[in-house]
């Protein structure tokens, strides 16, 4: 019986530190995603940007979006991450369009899903249950 409790205590004990690490990491990537949504949201209500360099941010960030989604995957649902990434797609093709008010509501739409995923991978009473 002291077995028992000793190789359970030690599970949920390793299970409540893998999730720690993985939520930290989950918001560590979101946050670095959203920064960079942040600023070229900011970059692009500037009418005196060209094309070009609003497209090399585009690239920035799908090349950051693929970098952090790699290692979120293990963990989160691939759906979620598709989400994310139709609306960084939708944002570049708008962009290449110069359609920037669709353009704004892709990154507001992008933030707002990352920002489910950084709820729903939390560790709280809600998600336990």
């Given at each position: 019986?002291?077995?028992?409790?000793?190789?359970?205590?030690?599970?949920?004990?390793?299970?409540?530190?893998?999730?720690?690490?993985?939520?930290?990491?989950?918001?560590?990537?979101?946050?670095?995603?959203?920064?960079?949504?942040n600023?070229?949201?900011?970059?692009?209500?500037k009418?005196?940007?060209k094309?070009?360099?609003n497209?090399?941010?585009?690239?920035?960030?799908?090349?950051?979006?693929?970098?952090?989604?790699?290692?979120?995957?293990?963990?989160?649902?691939?759906?979620?991450?598709?989400?994310?990434?139709?609306?960084?797609?939708?944002?570049?093709?708008?962009?290449?369009?110069?359609?920037?008010?669709?353009?704004?509501?892709?990154?507001?739409?992008?933030?707002?899903?990352?920002?489910?995923?950084?709820?729903?991978?939390?560790?709280?009473?809600?998600?336990?249950?």
């Amino acid at each position: 019986m002291y077995k028992e409790i000793i190789i359970t205590t030690v599970i949920i004990i390793l299970i409540i530190i893998g999730n720690i690490i993985i939520q930290n990491n989950t918001n560590k990537s979101a946050e670095a995603i959203i920064k960079e949504l942040n600023i070229f949201k900011q970059n692009i209500t500037k009418s005196n940007l060209k094309k070009e360099e609003n497209i090399n941010s585009i690239e920035k960030i799908m090349s950051l979006w693929k970098q952090k989604s790699e290692k979120m995957a293990y963990y989160i649902e691939h759906d979620e991450l598709e989400k994310v990434e139709t609306e960084i797609t939708k944002l570049k093709a708008n962009i290449e369009a110069e359609e920037y008010s669709f353009a704004i509501e892709n990154i507001d739409t992008s933030i707002f899903i990352i920002e489910h995923i950084k709820d729903k991978t939390a560790l709280k009473i809600v998600n336990i249950f």
